[in-house]
């Protein structure tokens, strides 16, 4: 039986009052009673509370059944079957968790919130990473959403092409955004577009993008280096300077802004974004990088900005949370910065170089979007392994050693990727997967292992990316109905395989399975007249099978057809 007992109102105007409903209720031995409780309220007045309430009440079973429905096929689109269940349980409840924080505000629009409990509101720079996961893990409609949004709450609050930072619920804005999350947009905008090949959300999303590079390169960008100033990711008190991931963001801006200018016939913006985005690559690879240290540095600037981002530092130090055993590490963190400010302030006046304050984790950055020379990548990749991370990876500064985050250790192992260094890249991965459950079950939490914000959208970017892009080789390009696959299996697995994974309007699975030196394929599809090329290394000169028809390769990749492909190398 079920037993309504009908409901009460409370008014909460003030965060000091709090209220409690008691209900009274009679069981006898071996009975058992079934309780709804509904919750209901509203922004306007009581009568639109109270019919909310009755319509739950009324509706609870079908609204149940609804939501075990979406969650099915949350679970069934791009389900993954990999050797690694820990990884496969982990992924499968990132998307889940995913859905999780989706907000649907009146008023206001449908997107993805940063994470609960403490941030379920809108953020620019979470969602630049967050959205390019969730467009690997099937949902470019959620990605499109968001980012639809981000630019209109920016076009309205900033209007030069800034991407804000942060806006609550009620739609106020707290932070007119950080300078990376400007570039950074750009690049999700682009993925976003390549996964879903929606030309007309490109055409609504460009004009703003081309706002944001004009603001980077000239309002940011005062002494005209392409460097642009500002803040970036980390908000480290005094680290307002030309910052290593704002500079590599907006590299790949200008790269996802030229092809966006190609594809809208503006040739001449395509060929200066590009001319600029080649120059601003090696800049970052001549003035960023130390070569003593094998690493970029944290920022490039004066002697003068490194003393204020030294001093800053050491004052930020002072305001963290410290336990009482952690006073020796404090005090060597406080001579570390001390030291630093002496060695900075014995240099001649107006020196200006790469200089490394914090060693913060987007050093990295370079890496993780490819830009960064062979040689370079793998020296620093590997200092970072060896030198700077803890037990779930890089830490979020590697001079004070103390935090790690889903984000960092997920843009860590992207960057394996980026190098084609896949059992390093799984490593990282596998740090993320090993906090799963800790604090929230099916979830992960945003500081690694077990504290802050229990459920985390940025760590999808972590989860998904490696895998579907990486690992199963997924590259797409939905506009023009073609996939690039180039599977990257870790050395300790035989099998790999993406079921019904969206792209475009299309569908697609592929499989891969190891049989000795020996290998098949197989890649399926629901829309015809879409274009598939499968790369693997060292194939030119071998016999392979495409549904059961012999071929002699000549090159490294081979190009299909059709909705149905098997192909067995010999």
């Known amino acids: 039986m079920v037993y309504d007992m009908g409901f009460i109102t409370v008014s909460n105007r003030s965060q000091r009052t709090s209220q409690s409903a008691t209900y009274k209720f009679e069981i006898k031995p071996h009975q058992v009673l079934a309780f709804v409780f509904v919750i209901s309220g509203s922004t306007n007045n009581l009568e639109t509370a109270q019919t909310n309430y009755d319509s739950i009440l009324k509706n609870y079973k079908q609204f149940l059944n609804e939501k075990k429905q979406l969650y099915a ?50 953020f620019g720079c979470d969602n630049s990473y967050a959205s390019q996961g969730v467009v690997a893990s099937g949902n470019p409609e959620l990605a499109k959403s968001t980012l639809r949004l981000i630019k209109r709450i920016s076009e309205a609050t900033n209007g030069n092409g800034r991407i804000i930072h942060e806006m609550s619920a009620n739609g106020f804005v707290y932070n007119k955004g950080n300078t990376q999350e400007t570039p950074h947009f750009a690049l999700a905008v682009w993925k976003a577009f390549e996964w879903s090949g929606d030309k007309e959300f490109l055409r609504e999303m460009y004009p703003y993008i081309k706002k944001g590079i004009n603001w980077l390169l000239t309002e940011q960008d005062q002494n005209k280096n392409l460097f642009p100033e500002g803040y970036g990711i980390m908000e480290v008190k005094g680290l307002n300077a030309e910052l290593i991931d704002v500079a590599v963001y907006t590299q790949q801006a200008l790269e996802a ?165 896949t059992d390093e890249a799984m490593w990282y991965v596998d740090k993320i997967v090993q906090t799963f459950s800790r604090v929230l079950p099916g979830s992960i939490s945003e500081m690694m292992p077990d504290y802050g914000c229990p459920v985390q959208a940025w760590t999808i970017y972590g989860l998904a990316v490696p895998l579907v892009t990486h690992v199963l080789g997924i590259s797409p390009d939905a506009y023009h109905k073609s996939v690039v696959i180039t599977p990257h299996l870790p050395s300790d ?22 049989r000795g030196y020996n290998a098949v394929y197989s890649i399926t599809s629901v829309a015809p007249g879409w274009k598939y090329s499968l790369k693997i290394n060292g194939l030119t000169g071998h016999k392979y099978k495409i549904n059961g028809k012999e071929f002699i390769a000549v090159a490294d990749e081979i190009d299909l057809r059709g909705t149905v492909n098997r192909i067995e190398l010999l």
């Open 257 to 421: 802004a030229s092809k966006m200018a190609a594809l809208l016939n503006e040739p001449d913006v395509q060929h200066d974004y590009m001319q600029k985005a080649a120059l601003l690559k090696d800049k970052i690879n001549t003035l960023f990088w130390d070569n003593d240290e094998g690493s970029y540095c944290d920022f490039y600037g004066t002697r003068e900005q490194a003393l204020s981002v030294a001093k800053g530092a050491l004052e930020q130090l002072h305001q963290g949370v410290w336990h009482a055993d952690d006073s020796a590490l404090l005090h060597e963190k406080e001579k570390f910065y001390e030291q630093l400010v002496l060695k900075f302030s014995n240099l001649p006046v107006g020196t200006k170089k790469g200089w490394f304050t914090n060693k913060n984790w987007v050093i990295s950055t370079p890496a993780e979007m490819g830009i960064a020379p062979r040689e370079k990548a793998i020296r620093l990749l590997d200092k970072v392994r060896n030198e700077d991370c803890g037990d779930y990876g890089p830490y979020l500064s590697a001079v004070e050693k103390r935090y790690m985050m889903t984000i960092s250790t997920g843009v860590q192992a992207i960057a394996e990727c980026a190098y084609d260094r």
């Open 73 to 122: 096929a949350i679970i069934h689109r791009a389900r993954v079957e990999i050797p690694d269940k820990r990884l496969q349980q982990a992924y499968t409840w990132g998307k889940i968790n995913t859905e999780w924080l989706v907000s649907k505000l009146p008023g206001i629009g449908v997107f993805l919130g940063a994470g609960a409990i403490e941030y379920p509101w809108l």
């Open 493 to 514: 697995w035989n099998h790999a395989a993406i079921y019904d994974l969206p792209i475009g309007n299309n569908t697609i699975s592929f499989a891969v399975e190891r």
